[in-house]
């Protein structure tokens, strides 16, 4: 995996030059140095600082995007593993939503949203979500699907339908909504992506326990 050990080594090489640098301006500032020299080293450190944190976002994303592609990849062939062994039955079902849940969210939440896909990306969970409640309702599979779940499902269609409607017909935030639009309130605001995040680490957490499917 030459492309991904390339992308490793170029995260270790931002991190390593971005931390010193971090830790460098926060003595600076803790320390309050700056009262006396003019903000002299704080003008001097910005523009370092600004490079190596570019450097290492652009790093941080390129490593993510040759992770997840792994990942997704297992992820689609322990499906069809399932699919083999089992059929489509609720473990199946279960499994392809999140698989379809997490690839709603990265269009959903891309820098530059297209459209098209996440209409297709949203037509696909939400036949899954359809899918597997029948499964639920058949008693066609190996395990009960608990409400928790099933509920926290539903809430992550409905707000990405909320966003791509936002999208689509270019529908601006209020001026009250803006101002919730922070990292720690984003979540009130309907149709929104701090919203779908919140509803997707929700969807995320009920699978994860496993009590409640």
Do not use: C
Request: glycine content about 6%.
């Amino acid at each position: 995996m030459a492309a991904l050990e390339a992308a490793a080594s170029a995260y270790v090489s931002a991190v390593t030059t971005l931390g010193p640098l971090l830790k460098e301006a926060d003595d600076y500032y803790t320390q309050e140095n700056y009262k006396d020299d003019k903000m002299a080293k704080g003008r001097a450190l910005h523009p370092r600082l600004v490079a190596a944190w570019d450097a290492f976002s652009a790093a941080d994303k390129n490593l993510r995007a040759g992770v997840d592609a792994i990942n997704d990849k297992r992820k689609l062939e322990a499906l069809k593993e399932i699919e083999a062994k089992e059929g489509k039955t609720t473990r199946y079902h279960i499994e392809a939503l999140m698989i379809d849940a997490k690839r709603l969210l990265r269009t959903q939440t891309a820098d530059k949203p297209d459209l098209g896909e996440i209409t297709k990306a949203l037509a696909a969970y939400e036949a899954t979500v359809t899918a597997l409640q029948a499964a639920a309702d058949g008693n066609s599979g190996d395990r009960k699907v608990g409400s928790m779940f099933t509920g926290n499902a539903k809430a992550l269609l409905v707000t990405a339908k909320q966003l791509m409607r936002r999208i689509r017909d270019k529908v601006p935030y209020t001026s009250g909504e803006k101002m919730m639009l922070t990292p720690s309130s984003a979540w009130m605001v309907e149709g929104s992506p701090g919203r779908l995040l919140r509803d997707y680490n929700q969807l995320v957490d009920a699978y994860n326990r496993g009590g409640n499917i």
